[in-house]
């Protein structure tokens, strides 16, 4: 099965991820062939087969309810590209 | 006094130990050889003089300890290294610098040894050549224009061109196991779980592990023991003893089972790694090892299996990198607007491949035919070795299906690339341990590599097998630098 | 109570509807830290204090699960007579917005911790059992401030991360009321239970609603819209109001009604569409493989079945019982916790209808007027104990403890220093009385006359003039037999 652009720029739109007409067309061809490739698995009946829940033979393990954490507020802005004193700052979304 | 750089991790600790040199000695020399080795493009961030006061400081030490004392090692841009520039190889981090260490370089040192630099990868790890990170090629010191292998190109180059004495990688579908085939190194990747994940740049959560990057066995044997160990900041690091691999080592192999599964041998396999995997064979009978053939049924599905489950976590993973908190921030008149424009200058086309078939596989319609279903058969596979493990005590298998290409030789094909996985990634997917050790040559004077997989956590059951076969298969890195 | 029936429909032009309402309820935790990360829960700090590494995705860092958020879910499920699923699982719920830091949030989406429960409520036409979804844990997100900049969006990650309960209801509500109803009620039991604090103005329960309208008589349920995070109970039932009128008129003028998700605008009273904002929202669920599945033991849930207190339910049908109140002040009193705590304390040493209707009167009237909790009563227990004590033994009037009592409100002083230093002591000798009445009387011959003659109003006058005369102190019931046989 091979995917079309609209299929693209749907699955983009949720990838937040911005694509040309000339960079669908590139990615139409190589995503076509990488599902071409991962539909082999389509061959293999696996009706009766539960899924991988989780490779390590564990359960999760719990943390106590202490508060060890925060206070941090010049690491945690540290690296962000726009912020001020207090917040990260970011533009408006469209409302 | 001999060149430093040629030493064995085991013989530098050894030899600082000892005072037979100083601990900045030793930086100095590595330090030499990388000034004339920008041509292989290894480092993304140089840490020398950091290093070299580190060293200074190690020397000082009237008490100094621990299992790397005095040694400066280079590490795989995916570690978060605190006040270091860490960038996975990508645009979107290329100029972030975290405030926290990854617990893995942190347990490195506080066992005595030092950051030397930070080395280059494909981008997020997603690649099989080094060729997709943003900070350029990296180039195989095997050959100019020859791709180290992937993801960790970049430490399995510097270790072979003695540019760093040992190095760590992360492997989540064959990333260390691969490039040490193709440079001619050891690269181990331990039991899912063994190694804490906390720090480390997130490609598939559920497939991803450090490891050891080495030039030996014995060295290999060291630095694990260094980096592991359970973490209780991951969820799924497991609270097992880390045996001391090192003093465990052993090559008594005598009566130990291998099994040999038939369906490795794929179509179209060059002889030349037909007759190296026989050797590999005949040299483990001779240790006194019994050989069993085995199949692993499911193997075929494994590379679609991988090519599902990486690329959907990948695609949750890589979400956080917006702009919004850290990394690469791109102009937009509009929230939606600015993560597109960010994510699209900021990401590689392998990378957006990838996270465009994750979400496409996770999306609502697909969930079930992709995603569910490669989960299935991921259980499968996984069957298939804890079947045979019944049987055997280990498998042998080659590490990849060719040696190191021409740079460019796939970049046009995805799916080509991504078919150097064929031989790492069911061990990924089945969260074993697996160790590729350098064992010959092909007729272009490339290495080649076997692997070793073991059941989980019995690293040191691979480790020994591999010291049998080491010893046996004699393998020399002959490298001229005619990159300086 | 008279019974009354269940009347809430909306009269369209050409049909009568019933409204069928569904409701997600969202309540935050009660713990120290947050569900996957150690940093503080606490309401109003300074923006992006209390974020840590995890809290903000930066590269490398995973989440590990805070047990005490897995108790307090449990209990809140057994509070709601619910099942408790031993085996659950954590998924990742992916979208982007600015307050969502990792890309995604951490939900449950096909095993979740708790399983069907059910809520009763009492209406004034019966109780009625409200049937419970689900329960599951998730992370809650950060806060984005559109107003304080023009151009810019500020983003604060406090709240991100804190735990989450979502309480889904079925579509067993059919009005405002109930709504109102059920909100308390899971409210109630949630403070109760010390899992939820219920302060809907701080944001640690709101809720989304489902809304949607058919026929009365028509099986098949409607179309429904989602009004989302509505943080109070009266924006809820305005909202409902609304929506279900415009689903009515919508259908009835042969329209369809579009699935969606709506905003209620407090301003306008409307709701409003969100489509263009929630258009191909594909959550893309799958299990998080940063954490494992969550076992729970069994011995985990009896030991926490143990410690659970006497809830809402039980303690209503025990004061029924023991205490001879009705069912309306039973509900009322043990609505919360700490109100149904200061009856029974109350109660220790003092009548238990007199108490009731005490705490009730006069004792909220003060607290809805100095807008204060029972917690912080400006009369404590005891003393309103033994204010009653001194109307059932007669030393004081109803009327005269009113004014006792209004002097305790400002100082919390035992009501009998005040009796005594007022001087307010009912006047209950007979001699005393009998003076005092047949001075009036003697004062009012043609009044007296009057009554004996019919005029049987002019008892009230008497009784008035005794109480001027004696300063409010006379003992009315002992008046009121002196009167009788005087003026015979």
């Known amino acids: 099965m091979s995917i079309d652009k609209e299929t693209i720029k749907h699955i983009s739109k949720l990838a937040r991820i911005s694509l040309d007409d000339k960079k669908i067309d590139n990615l139409s061809k190589d995503l076509s062939s990488i599902i071409k490739f991962i539909e082999k698995l389509s061959k293999l009946n696996t009706d009766d087969i539960k899924p991988l829940t989780s490779i390590i033979e564990a359960s999760l393990k719990f943390r106590k309810d202490k508060i060890l954490d925060g206070k941090i507020r010049d690491q945690i802005l540290k690296n962000s590209p726009e912020k001020n004193e207090e917040f990260f700052v970011v533009p408006k979304v469209v409302e | ?484 | ?488």
Request: hydrophobic fraction near 35%; aromatic fraction near 8%.
């Open chain 3, 1 to 488: 109570m008279s019974e009354k029936k269940f009347d809430y429909f909306i009269k369209g032009e050409k049909n009568k509807w019933e409204v069928i309402i569904g409701l997600e309820v969202h309540a935050q935790v009660l713990s120290k830290s947050k569900l996957f990360s150690s940093s503080s829960t606490k309401f109003g700090a300074e923006p992006n204090t209390q974020v840590s590494l995890v809290d903000s995705a930066l590269p490398g860092m995973l989440p590990v699960i805070n047990q005490f958020c897995i108790e307090q879910s449990i209990k809140t499920g057994l509070g709601l007579k619910a099942k408790i699923n031993r085996h659950s699982v954590f998924d990742r719920k992916n979208y982007f917005y600015a307050d969502l830091p990792q890309g995604y949030q951490i939900s449950q989406y096909k095993n979740p911790i708790v399983g069907e429960g059910e809520v009763i409520l009492d209406m004034p036409y019966g109780t009625k059992k409200i049937a419970i979804e689900r329960l599951h844990l998730e992370q809650d997100a950060g806060k984005s401030i559109h107003d304080m900049d023009p151009e810019n969006t500020f983003v604060d990650l406090n709240r991100s991360g804190i735990a989450l309960m979502e309480i889904v209801s079925k579509p067993d509500l059919r009005s405002p009321e109930e709504v109102n109803a059920y909100v308390k009620k899971l409210r109630s039991i949630m403070r109760y239970l010390a899992t939820c604090d219920g302060n809907m103005q701080e944001g640690s329960l709101r809720a989304d609603v489902n809304v949607s309208v058919r026929r009365v008589g028509e099986k098949k349920y409607g179309t429904r819209c989602e009004i989302k995070n509505v943080n109070s109970i009266k924006f809820m039932q305005m909202a409902i109001e609304h929506e279900a009128k415009r689903q009515v008129k919508l259908l009835e003028d042969g329209k369809a009604v579009d699935q969606e998700t709506r905003l209620f605008d407090i301003k306008k009273n409307i709701t409003k569409s969100m489509r263009l904002k929630e258009e191909a929202h594909d959550y893309r669920y799958f299990p998080d493989p940063d954490l494992l599945p969550l076992e729970i033991d069994k011995s985990l849930i009896d030991k926490l079945k143990k410690t659970l207190p006497e809830l809402p339910d039980e303690k209503k049908d025990r004061f029924i019982k023991n205490y001879n109140i009705s069912a309306y002040e039973a509900n009322i009193l043990v609505s919360e916790k700490e109100i149904s705590d200061y009856y029974e304390e109350v109660i220790k040493h003092a009548d238990k209808k007199l108490a009731a209707n005490w705490i009730m009167g006069d004792l909220f009237a003060v607290l809805n007027r100095k807008n204060l909790s029972i917690k912080r009563s400006p009369v404590s227990a005891k003393n309103l104990s033994i204010l009653i004590n001194l109307i059932s033994s007669g030393e004081i009037s109803g009327r005269i403890a009113k004014e006792v009592f209004e002097i305790m409100i400002e100082k919390n002083d035992n009501p009998k220093e005040i009796v005594k230093s007022k001087g307010l002591r009912q006047q209950s000798d007979p001699k005393e009385l009998e003076k005092i009445i047949t001075e009036i009387l003697t004062k009012n011959k043609d009044k007296v006359a009057q009554y004996r003659n019919g005029k049987e109003k002019l008892f009230g006058f008497f009784v008035g003039q005794v109480m001027k005369s004696s300063g409010g102190r006379a003992n009315p019931k002992l008046v009121n037999e002196i009167l009788k046989s005087k003026l015979k």
């Open chain 2, 1 to 484: 006094m001999s060149d430093l750089s040629n030493y064995t991790l085991v013989d530098l600790v050894e030899g600082i130990k000892n005072k037979n040199f100083t601990s900045e000695e030793v930086t100095k020399s590595f330090i030499k050889n990388s000034e004339v080795s920008d041509k292989l493009n290894t480092f993304i961030t140089k840490s020398f003089d950091q290093a070299l006061v580190s060293a200074k400081n190690f020397d000082k030490k009237s008490k100094p300890n621990g299992l790397l004392g005095g040694i400066p090692i280079a590490v795989k841009d995916m570690f978060c290294t605190k006040d270091v520039k860490t960038t996975a190889g990508s645009k979107i981090l290329n100029n972030f610098v975290p405030t926290y260490e990854s617990t893995v370089t942190n347990k490195l040192w506080s066992e005595g040894a030092f950051l030397l630099g930070k080395l280059n990868c494909d981008e997020f790890a997603m690649g099989s050549s080094n060729e997709t990170s943003f900070f350029g090629n990296v180039t195989n010191p095997f050959g100019d224009k020859i791709v180290p292998g992937g993801s960790s190109g970049g430490s399995a180059s510097a270790l072979a061109a003695n540019l760093t004495p040992a190095s760590i990688g992360t492997d989540t579908g064959g990333s260390i196991r691969q490039p040490a085939s193709f440079t001619g190194t050891v690269g181990l990747k331990p039991t899912y779980g063994r190694c804490s994940r906390w720090g480390i740049v997130a490609f598939a959560s559920s497939l991803d592990q450090a490891g050891p990057l080495t030039k030996t066995v014995e060295d290999c044997a060291l630095l694990l023991q260094a980096m592991s160990g359970y973490d209780p900041k991951d969820s799924t690091s497991v609270n097992i003893k880390v045996n001391d691999f090192s003093s465990n080592l052993t090559e008594k192999v005598k009566d130990l089972t291998i099994g040999i599964p038939k369906e490795y041998r794929v179509e179209n396999m060059p002889t030349e790694i037909d007759k190296l995997w026989k050797k590999g064979i005949d040299f483990l009978k001779d240790a006194g090892v019994v050989i069993k053939d085995i199949s692993l049924p499911h193997t075929m599905y494994a590379l679609p299996t991988y090519y599902i489950v990486a690329p959907a976590e990948a695609s949750s993973n890589l979400a956080r990198y917006d702009g919004v908190k850290y990394g690469h921030r791109s102009k937009g008149n509009n929230l939606i607007e600015m993560y597109e424009n960010t994510r699209s200058e900021g990401f590689g086309d392998e990378v957006k491949r990838r996270i465009l078939i994750g979400t496409y596989v996770l999306s609502s319609g697909y969930y079930d035919a992709y995603y569910l279903k490669a989960q299935k058969v991921r259980k499968l596979i996984k069957e298939d070795f804890d079947k045979a493990f019944n049987n055997v005590d280990a498998i042998l298998t080659p590490s990849t299906p060719s040696s190191a290409f021409k740079m460019g030789e796939k970049k046009d094909d995805p799916v080509s690339m991504y078919l150097n996985d064929i031989f790492t990634v069911p061990v990924n997917l089945a969260g074993l341990p697996a160790i590729s050790i350098p064992s010959g040559y092909d007729k272009n004077n490339l290495p080649l590599g076997l692997q070793l997989i073991g059941r989980p956590f019995d690293e040191q059951m691979i480790l020994n097998l591999s010291l049998a076969l080491q010893r046996r298969m004699n393998f020399k890195r002959n490298i001229k630098a005619w990159w300086k």
